[in-house]
């Protein structure tokens, strides 16, 4: 694995991840801890619960638009390109 292909692809997509980092409260990982335990222990949560803003912006992009136009929005909101 060391300096292959793929390698290199992964650590590419982790650094493109970083673009999503930021001032998101959602992305201390108790508010996360804390959405998981609810979902586990609250039979009326939703099967599939977005947490902080960011996956409420992604979800709103995905639904807004084609498979095909959310894909490269999101290439290029991530600077990610093969």
């Known amino acids: 694995w060391n300096g292959?292909?793929?390698e290199n692809r992964a650590l590419a997509f982790r650094k493109s991840l970083t673009?999503?980092?930021g001032d998101d409260p959602s992305?201390?990982?108790q508010t996360v801890a804390d959405?998981?335990?609810r979902a586990a222990?609250?039979?009326s949560t939703?099967?599939?619960?977005?947490v902080g803003a960011d996956a409420e912006l992604i979800?709103?992009?995905?639904?807004?638009m084609s498979f095909e136009?959310?894909?490269t929005t999101m290439r290029t909101a991530l600077d990610w390109h093969d």
Request: charged content about 30%.
């Open 35 to 37: 959405a998981i335990a």
């Open 59 to 64: 979800d709103a992009t995905k639904t807004s």
């Open 41 to 43: 222990t609250d039979p």
């Open 46 to 50: 939703p099967f599939r619960t977005l």
């Open 27 to 29: 992305a201390d990982p």
């Open 4 to 6: 292959s292909h793929h």
């Open 69 to 71: 136009d959310f894909e």
């Open 19 to 21: 673009i999503l980092d």
